[in-house]
């Protein structure tokens, strides 16, 4: 029972350090919107002092038309007039806040999304791109609501309660005491309460991840699908993955229901409490008739403030169980372009007297693997060489032109680019940019033909793009189809054969004109005869300065 107990203890302590952690990641968002955010609380804290002043005026109000005093007519007007400034206000702070939240979910978007992209390959492709995309929208519009809404929110319940607090105290402690009575249980759950809160929000947002991630790998490899005829088994298998989530969200909203009826029916109490004091005051003549309206009215805003602050505590613990899952992506390492600047020196030097490609020791172990993928590997290509890495599938010859690109690092050795009069650099995302790649399999993205040509050159022109297709042997395909280089190709070239699709790439590569070509199994869907036209129009002597 012991070890239980403080199993627990310390299962809330790192759950606390946690959310610290993460607001704290927030608060850099917040810091940068302060200005917005602040107006906002302004609205809010004048809205509610108006509320308050409200209820106020309306006892005197109340009063003066019992009594029949001539004062009413300015009572009322001064009821009307605090209504309509809280409308005035409230609409004021909506079209403040949706201008600051469109700012702020844009910014996060834009942050993730970059992370996403500059994070190391092998520490990203640990993430599926389907949950990738979960967080990248899911999780950020969750964070950008709270980063707008939660500490407005806070202020203005805080402020709301310390007003109805000190209104009640002025006229009756003791009724200030029941209002509160409701506030000891309601602390002692809170701890149970955001351990729930933490799980239930994170076993939802991992399944919703799963989902998003079956449905768009399904979506993505239709064609393979309906072609071994297992359409039904996916459809079968998405609906298990959605029984699973529907399990997930029932059992959250049955506590969530729990927990607000609990809480209602300490709330219902505590309001009845109130009512029988207020009664009770009013018959032994204690208070008017306007009192008693008053404190009913500011006693239901004690208790619904103090609700609605432990109501913030789920918003709060699930906005920063999102926030989490960002920070697990921004945290990320990222690739900074360190060697830029000599980078580009190599480049333009390579231009002119051609570039030196060294491998030398090189081993490499993936780490969710048990054997080394590459031991010891060390070869050299001068400018103007033709190298062809041979071997059987699974040797490591795709995992060498990734070391190449700088898309991971090795284990041990060096990968270095070297150019007369420069000097040289080892194999990083600075030097990516001295290299071009034709990966294995379809490379394509929707758009036209032309854009996906432009992605490595986007200020070529319809006269090279034409060169680059000539040389990859698809110039008379390309230029046979009713809209030319605008031909709109689909989603990964669904309206492209695979031979078609490669030759494309090769294209766009030969159409960045790097002094390094890298070609990863670049025939391997094209016939016969357009590989032995290919390779011929490739290894001709106009581009024998360059090393592939």
Not at 151 to 156: A, G, K, L, R
Not at 188 to 211: A, P, V
Not at 296 to 311: D, E, H, K, N, R
Not at 331 to 342: A, M
Request: aromatic share 8%; proline share 2%; net charge neutral.
């Amino acid at each position: 029972m012991d070890e239980k107990k403080s199993e627990n203890k310390g299962f809330s302590f790192r759950l606390l350090r946690e959310l610290k952690n993460e607001w704290k990641w927030m608060f850099g968002y917040i810091k940068q919107y302060r200005l917005g955010i602040f107006v906002n609380v302004i609205f809010g804290f004048v809205g509610v002092i108006m509320g308050l002043g409200s209820g106020v005026a309306s006892k005197y109000l109340i009063d003066d038309v019992i009594s029949q005093s001539h004062t009413f007519v300015r009572s009322a007007a001064l009821v009307i007039c605090l209504a309509l400034f809280q409308i005035i206000l409230q609409a004021a702070a909506s079209r403040v806040a949706s201008n600051v939240g469109a700012k702020v979910s844009s910014e996060v978007r834009g942050d993730v999304f970059s992370h996403m992209m500059y994070a190391r390959v092998e520490d990203i492709g640990k993430y599926h791109s389907g949950e990738l995309v979960n967080r990248l929208e899911g999780d950020v519009s969750a964070v950008s609501e709270g980063i707008v809404g939660l500490v407005p929110n806070t202020v203005i319940r805080v402020t709301q309660f310390a007003g109805a607090l000190i209104i009640v105290l002025y006229y009756d402690p003791v009724m200030a005491g029941l209002a509160l009575l409701s506030a000891p249980v309601m602390f002692l759950c809170s701890r149970h309460m955001m351990r729930m809160i933490r799980k239930y929000n994170t076993e939802s947002r991992e399944m919703n991840g799963r989902i998003l991630s079956f449905g768009e790998e399904a979506v993505q490899n239709l064609q393979t699908v309906k072609a071994f005829g297992i359409t039904r088994d996916y459809v079968s298998k998405f609906s298990l993955l959605l029984g699973q989530y529907r399990k997930v969200r029932v059992d959250k909203d049955k506590f969530s229901i729990l927990t607000t009826l609990c809480f209602s029916a300490i709330g219902l109490a505590v309001s009845y409490s109130c009512y029988g004091w207020s009664v009770y005051r009013l018959w032994n003549g204690a208070i008017t008739y306007g009192t008693m309206t008053l404190f009913l009215q500011i006693c239901s805003t004690l208790t619904s403030s103090f609700s609605a602050m432990v109501g913030l505590l789920p918003g709060a613990v699930s906005v920063a169980t999102s926030a989490g899952r960002i920070m697990e992506i921004t945290n990320l390492d990222c690739e900074n372009d360190s060697d830029g600047r000599v980078a580009k020196e190599l480049e333009k030097e390579a231009r002119v007297s051609g570039i030196t490609l060294k491998i030398e020791g090189v081993s490499f172990t993936y780490k969710d693997a048990t054997a080394a993928t590459l031991c010891e590997v060390g070869m050299t290509a001068s400018p103007g060489d033709v190298v062809a890495l041979v071997g059987p599938s699974g040797e490591g010859k795709t995992t060498l032109l990734r070391l190449i690109l700088g898309l991971m690092e090795p284990d041990c050795g060096t990968i270095t680019f070297e150019a007369e009069g420069v000097g040289k650099l080892c194999a990083s995302d600075s030097t990516r940019r001295l290299c071009s790649y034709v990966p294995q399999g379809n490379s394509m993205f929707s758009g036209t033909l032309a854009d996906n040509l432009r992605l490595v050159s986007p200020d070529a022109t319809d006269e090279e793009l034409l060169e680059a297709l000539e040389i990859a042997d698809i110039k008379d395909f390309v230029m046979s189809l009713p809209d030319g280089l605008m031909t709109s190709v689909g989603e990964r070239g669904l309206r492209l054969s695979e031979g078609q699709s490669q030759r494309i790439a090769i294209a766009r590569a030969v159409l960045r004109k790097s002094p390094v070509l890298l070609m990863d199994e670049i025939t391997s869907a094209l016939d016969h005869e357009t590989e032995a036209v290919f390779l011929k129009t490739l290894c001709a002597p106009i581009r024998a300065e360059c090393a592939y």
